[in-house]
């Protein structure tokens, strides 16, 4: 996808979101608002509690309960910089989307890696952390050999994206959003 399509996908996703909350819906994608430094930090320490999770379930030997973990720490750290942006999110699908996008614009120094995790596919064959959750969510194993393997690589690269993430919302930076994402002339112009 390229760089326009994202545009015009985030754009859509933000102007269809405003024009539900207006009507007293609750939307599903992405609302501008305020940054939010506070709530940013709070993501975060939300992450550092997932993997404190994580560490309770391989313990107790819950292991279809640490691929969700993961997930949620890596989300909860895209949620964290959303927040630096002053954007929240109801999306999976969107917050990756727009994550991959301040990342080629170069606004934010966050690793590709840690988008593909949380990015939803819809094409069979792509798989990120979203269907290792649900895969080991809904399916009848309790103990699963794949996530006792993983389970070291996975959790230093959560741990790796949280600093990232602090990285970014510790910033004295002042983020925002990509003109174009908000200018109703860019979108008119799609």
């Known amino acids: ?60 030997e819950f292991d279809y ?35 991959r996008y301040i990342k080629e614009k170069n606004l934010i120094d966050y690793e590709n890696n840690y988008i593909d995790r949380i990015t939803v596919y819809s094409k069979k064959g792509d798989e990120s952390e979203v269907d290792k959750r649900e895969e080991a969510r809904y399916s009848s194993s309790i103990e699963i050999e794949s996530v006792k393997k993983r389970y070291e690589e996975i959790t230093i690269l959560c741990k790796n994206a949280i600093f990232q993430a602090e990285e970014i919302i510790f910033s004295n930076e002042d983020f925002k959003i990509p003109e174009e994402l908000l200018s109703e002339n860019f979108y008119n112009n799609l």
């Not at 009507?23 to 550092?48: D, F, R, S, V």
């Open 1 to 60: 996808m390229t760089q326009e399509e994202i545009a015009k996908k985030l754009r859509d996703c933000i102007r269809n979101a405003k024009r539900d909350e207006a009507k007293g819906i609750k939307h599903n994608g992405l609302i501008i608002g305020t940054p939010n430094n506070e709530e940013a930090k709070n993501y975060i320490k939300k992450a550092k509690r997932e993997l404190e999770l994580c560490e309770f379930y391989k313990e107790k």
């Open 65 to 99: 309960k640490i691929p969700e973990e993961w997930f949620y720490t890596l989300y909860y750290c895209a949620l964290a910089i959303l927040s630096k942006f002053g954007v929240e999110s109801r999306s999976q699908r969107y917050t990756a989307l727009f994550l």
